[in-house]
C-alpha cells in the first residue's frame, strides 16, 4: 500500500478515532479511580462506608466492567476498524454510523456501571451489569461489527493477515460468548452445576477471545510494519491462532476444582490451562523475534517499546500461570489474592500496553504530525509498567502467602495478606497516574 493511500485511509478514520480514544480514555480514568478505591476498601475497610455506592462489592464489579467494556470495548473497536482498513485497503464508509454505535455502546456501558454501583448487578463475573443494559450493549456491538465486516469483505487484497484472523476472530467470539451466556445464564438459566461451568466459560472467553486476540492482532500488525520487517516464524502463526481457539475457552475450568461440579471438569480445565503453552509460545515467537532484529529501534521507538514490554510481560506470566494451574498448587492458591492475576497480567499487562502503544502511533497520524513529548511518553510507559508489576507481584507473592496460611491453619490469614493489599493499592494507584 502507498503512503498517500495510507494517509486517505487514515482520514476517514479520523473522527472515529478521536471519538474511540477519548471515550476510552475517559473509562480508562474511571476504571482505574474505581480500582483503586476498592484497592483501598481492603486495607480500611470502614473507608466510604456510610455510602452504600462504594462498598467493596459494588467498586470491583463497577471498575472491572469499566476497564473491560468501556476502556476495552472503545479499544477495541478503534483498534479493529483501522487495522481492517489498512490491510483491506478499504476505506471506512460512512464513518458517522459506526461512531453513533459507539456512543451507544458508552451509553450503555454508564447505564450499566450505574446499575452495578446502585445495587442492580448480578453475580456472575464480567456480567456483573443489569440485564436491562444488554440488548442495548448487544445492538451496539452488532452494528459495529457489521461495518467491520463490510470493511473486510470489500477488501482489495484477497490474501489475508494474522492480524485480520484475530480481529474478525475477536468480532465472532465476542458476539457468539455474549449470546451463549446471557442465553445460559439469563434469558433461559441453566441448572445446576451447568450455571458455574456457562459462567466460568464466559468469563474465560470475554479476556482470552476478546481482549488478547486484538492485542496480538496490533503486536502482529506494528512490529514488522514499524521495523520493515518480515515476521519471524510467520508459518506458525496460524497453528497458534487455531490453538488459542480450541484451548482458551476451557482453561478456567480449573478454578471450579472443589466446587459443585463433577471431578473431571476441573481435570480438563487444568489439561487445557497447561495446553496454552502453545498459543503463548507461537504468539511470544512471532513478535519478540521480530523485535530481537532491531532492539535499538524498538528501544527508542516508544509505541513499539510498550507493545513489547506488554508482549514480554504477558508471555512471562502466562508461563507463570500454566505452573500455577497444576492441581498441586492451584488448590492452594485458590481464594487467594492469585485470583486476580489473570485478569491483571491480560487487562493491565498485554492490552493495556499493547493499546498504549497503538495510541502514540496514532497520535501524528490524526493530528497532521504532531506528537506529544518524548519525554511525557516515557514517564507513561514507566509508571504504567511499575504499576502492573506492583499490582502482579502483588498477587502472586500474596497469593502464595495466603493460601499457605490457609491450608496450613497457622498464623493470622488477615495480617499475612495486609501487606500484601497495601502493594495491590500501590500499584493501582500508579495506574491510575498513568491512566
Not at 452504600?52 to 477495541?76: E, K, Q, T
Not at 506470566?317 to 485478569?343: M, N
Request: proline share 5%; net charge neutral; charged share 10%.
Amino acid at each position: 500500500m502507498s503512503e498517500s493511500h495510507e494517509n486517505l485511509l487514515d482520514r476517514s478514520f479520523r473522527a472515529l478515532a478521536v471519538s474511540f480514544l477519548y471515550s476510552g480514555a475517559a473509562w480508562l480514568v474511571l476504571g482505574t479511580l474505581l480500582a483503586t478505591l476498592a484497592a483501598n476498601k481492603t486495607i480500611t475497610p470502614a473507608f466510604l462506608s456510610e455510602c452504600d455506592w462504594f462498598a467493596y462489592g459494588r467498586l470491583r464489579p463497577a471498575y472491572v466492567n469499566a476497564l473491560v467494556y468501556g476502556w476495552g470495548g472503545n479499544m477495541i473497536f478503534g483498534a479493529t476498524l483501522w487495522l481492517l482498513a489498512r490491510l483491506s485497503w478499504a476505506q471506512i464508509p460512512y464513518p458517522g454510523i459506526p461512531a453513533v454505535s459507539g456512543m451507544a455502546w458508552n451509553g450503555a456501558v454508564t447505564l450499566g456501571i450505574i446499575g452495578i454501583l446502585a445495587g442492580h448487578g448480578t453475580p456472575f463475573e464480567l456480567l456483573e451489569m443489569p440485564q436491562y443494559v444488554s440488548f442495548f450493549l448487544y445492538g451496539s456491538f452488532l452494528a459495529l461489527a457489521v461495518w467491520s465486516i463490510i470493511i473486510f469483505h470489500t477488501r482489495l487484497e484477497p490474501e489475508t493477515y494474522v492480524s485480520q484472523w484475530y480481529l474478525v476472530g475477536a468480532l465472532f467470539w465476542f458476539g457468539l460468548t455474549f449470546f451463549l451466556g446471557h442465553l445460559s445464564l439469563f434469558w433461559e438459566p441453566a441448572r445446576g452445576t451447568i450455571q458455574s461451568v456457562a459462567a466460568s466459560w464466559y468469563a474465560q472467553n470475554i479476556l482470552w477471545l476478546w481482549l488478547v486476540p486484538i492485542a496480538f492482532g496490533i503486536a502482529y500488525y506494528l512490529v514488522p510494519k514499524a521495523l520493515g520487517a518480515a515476521v519471524r516464524g510467520y508459518s506458525l502463526a496460524f497453528v497458534g491462532f487455531v490453538a488459542l481457539v480450541v484451548v482458551a475457552p476451557w482453561a478456567g475450568l480449573g478454578e471450579l476444582r472443589g466446587g459443585p461440579v463433577p471431578a473431571w471438569i476441573p481435570a480438563v480445565g487444568s489439561v487445557m490451562a497447561v495446553a496454552m503453552f502453545f498459543p503463548v509460545t507461537i504468539f511470544a515467537g512471532n513478535v519478540l523475534g521480530t523485535a530481537c532484529s532491531n532492539l535499538q529501534r524498538i528501544w527508542e521507538d516508544l509505541s513499539l517499546r510498550f507493545i513489547v514490554a506488554g508482549t514480554l510481560l504477558f508471555t512471562v506470566c502466562a508461563y507463570l500461570g500454566i505452573l500455577l494451574a497444576f492441581p498441586s498448587l492451584s488448590e492452594v492458591t485458590q481464594f487467594s489474592l492469585l485470583g486476580d492475576f489473570q485478569f491483571n497480567y491480560i487487562v493491565h499487562g498485554l492490552f493495556a500496553m499493547t493499546t498504549f502503544g497503538l495510541s502514540y502511533y496514532w497520535l501524528p497520524l490524526l493530528f497532521d504530525g504532531k506528537r506529544p513529548p518524548e519525554l511525557l511518553v516515557a514517564a507513561h510507559f514507566w509508571v504504567a509498567l511499575s504499576g502492573v508489576t506492583l499490582l502482579l507481584a502483588s498477587s502472586v507473592w500474596g497469593g502464595l502467602a495466603g493460601g499457605a496460611v490457609a491450608n496450613l491453619g497457622a498464623g493470622d490469614w488477615v495480617a499475612a495478606i495486609k501487606p500484601f493489599n497495601c502493594l495491590a493499592m500501590a500499584g493501582q494507584g500508579l495506574l491510575f497516574v498513568s491512566a
